[in-house]
């Protein structure tokens, strides 16, 4: 326990503005913050705990939430679109505390340094077993990206994150970048680990052929008395944000209608109680809510979002619920339902953060985990570099890990411009952290990881940019895929958010000159969706590119952000400058 009594008190004060009940706790010590900050009283008959996004990150890490993440038009200011000390305002959180710290980037390098890592599934399973044992009949529903953003997952084919979810006791599941291991090996996992034992349910995800479904769309469960239905929701936009080769026999899409018919079946087969188990993204989220009837939550996530109180959308048939529990097994959402007469009457939840100073490891996963890391741990610990700055990915626009990464691609490949796919997953490091092979893999690893160097047009570029623009801030929230905006090296340029399609992107310059329509510039990227990067002779993996370019600085300097000049977004919620 590293937490003193000061900081304890703040935690509690914290707890208690968010909640939690915790009064009686003031004028414990440090020793009991454990038991006062995760004990919640048991409500109503239903309970659902609720993780997402923890790409792979089986050990601790620290995680620093945005400063960026711009909402336009009717979502301005609206969850998840609020950050900093507004979030923290809204939600009624103090800033300095604990729990500022869990919700917010605010002050970030000393709260994490004071609080300590979030995170690890060795802590994570020590919670969730403390909330089943207080909810007879709880389920743990997983929500995705969850084989996917660690180097062991990579190495292990995805068999670290299948063995750990296993023993974390994970009864229902859906999913979006476990479909870049290809079609062959999710059904292999599905047939030999999960069977009996774990559900993989998506409404969304049919063959081309036929159109059927490839996944059970839902899965009934009874708890104490009451019929519940989880209806799964895969990532609509997997064959466009990630190579379609790999999923190459199957259709997505969001798929509203299939969705109000698999409630209507589910509530004609007795469900009292129905909840969307989504990998959407908030607002895409949001927007089902209004438009399908009948269900009481959407569990969501892919974007990441920290919500720490549901949003209540109504629709025709009432009121949905609609929450996000953030990325890296940084959260366990905590969702109870009371239910009378057939139908549920009330509800309470609490995002819980995952201190790792606070939870003790569980020690039969922290066993699992050794096991499993065994054979790479020289590997993963190997000294690379020391980084003088605080390193982060994520944002609407560029982190620090992310000027890294595509600074180094255009010094080790000799590119003019260089383009980092808008990723929301990745773990931060601290000023003066050594980085290890692990924690650069952290932000690079996936399948299809592959360095380019292309001969792009201005044109071209600009069309590039207004696309990944667009598919960010467009008002529609269905044409929007939940990535943020491809991260630039060396071009400079102005956004204006809030401009029609194709307007977006201003003023591009390199090296102080506007970039022209008709020449010719070298680019570098990486993780590209078109199948022939894979087989073209020459293409490097990323982490090889990185990880030279690490060795030969020995020491790298804090990055300065190349962040795009943005227009006509002052004052939003969204934004802190």
């Not at 009371?338 to 996963?365: H, I, Q, T, W």
Request: hydrophobic share 40%; charged share 20%.
């Amino acid at each position: 326990m590293s937490l003193s009594k000061r900081d304890f008190l703040q935690v509690m004060a914290a707890a208690s503005a968010a909640g939690m009940g915790l009064t009686r706790y003031a004028d414990a010590d440090a020793a009991t913050a454990e038991q006062g900050l995760y004990e919640l009283p048991r409500f109503g008959q239903v309970s659902f705990l609720h993780m997402t996004d923890c790409h792979a990150q089986l050990k601790p890490i620290y995680f620093r939430e945005p400063s960026v993440n711009l909402g336009l038009a009717g979502m301005a200011g609206q969850s998840p679109h609020v950050v900093g000390e507004r979030l923290l305002k809204s939600v009624g959180v103090r800033p300095g505390t604990a729990l500022a710290h869990a919700f917010t980037y605010l002050d970030f390098e000393r709260a994490a340094r004071r609080y300590g890592k979030v995170g690890g599934f060795a802590h994570l399973s020590t919670l969730v077993k403390r909330m089943k044992a207080s909810r007879p009949g709880a389920l743990l529903l997983d929500g995705g990206d969850t084989w996917q953003g660690s180097a062991t997952s990579l190495w292990t084919n995805a068999q670290d994150m299948v063995d750990a979810c296993k023993l974390l006791g994970v009864d229902v599941m859906t999913g979006h970048w476990e479909f870049t291991y290809g079609m062959e090996r999710v059904k292999e996992i599905l047939e030999k680990d999960f069977k009996g034992k774990l559900d993989f349910v998506a409404q969304n995800v049919k063959t081309n052929d036929f159109g059927d479904a490839v996944f059970p769309p839902y899965v009934m469960r009874e708890m104490n008395g009451i019929k519940c239905a989880i209806i799964g929701q895969a990532f609509p936009y997997t064959p466009i944000a990630n190579p379609r080769y790999m999923v190459a026999d199957w259709a997505f899409g969001i798929q509203d209608e299939n969705m109000q018919a698999m409630v209507n079946e589910a509530r004609g087969k007795g469900a009292q109680v129905v909840v969307v188990l989504s990998h959407n993204g908030m607002d895409v989220d949001l927007k089902m809510a209004s438009r399908v009837r009948g269900i009481d939550a959407i569990l969501g996530g892919h974007t990441h979002d920290g919500v720490p109180v549901p949003v209540q959308v109504k629709n025709a048939g009432g009121i949905t619920l609609v929450t996000n529990a953030g990325s890296n097994s940084k959260f366990l959402g905590v969702l109870d339902f009371e239910v009378k007469d057939g139908r549920v009457a009330d509800f309470r939840y609490k995002l819980l953060p995952v201190f790792s100073n606070m939870l003790g490891a569980d020690p039969e996963m922290d066993a699992l985990i050794s096991k499993v890391r065994a054979p790479y741990e020289s590997k993963l610990a190997e000294k690379l570099a020391i980084s003088d700055g605080l390193l982060y990915r994520r944002g609407n626009f560029n982190g620090s890990w992310d000027q890294l990464i595509v600074d180094a691609l255009i010094e080790v490949q000799g590119a003019d411009i260089a383009f980092s796919p808008g990723f929301r997953w990745g773990t931060s490091l601290l000023p003066g952290d050594v980085i290890t092979r692990e924690l650069m893999m952290d932000q690079l690893a996936t399948t299809y990881s592959y360095a380019t160097v292309t001969e792009m047009t201005g044109e071209t570029i600009k069309t590039v940019l207004e696309d990944v623009c667009d598919n960010l801030f467009n008002p529609d929230p269905y044409y929007q895929q939940g990535g943020d905006m491809v991260r630039v090296g060396g071009l400079s340029y102005a956004c204006e958010p809030g401009a029609a399609m194709g307007r977006r992107i201003q003023d591009m310059r390199l090296h102080g000159k506007p970039i022209l329509a008709d020449k010719k510039y070298k680019v570098a990227g990486w993780a590209p969706v078109a199948e022939e990067a894979a087989s073209q002779p020459g293409n490097r993996m990323v982490w090889d590119v990185v990880e030279q370019w690490l060795k030969s600085k020995g020491r790298v300097s804090a990055r300065k952000l190349n962040t795009p000049r943005l227009i006509g977004v002052d004052g939003n919620p969204g934004l802190v400058r």
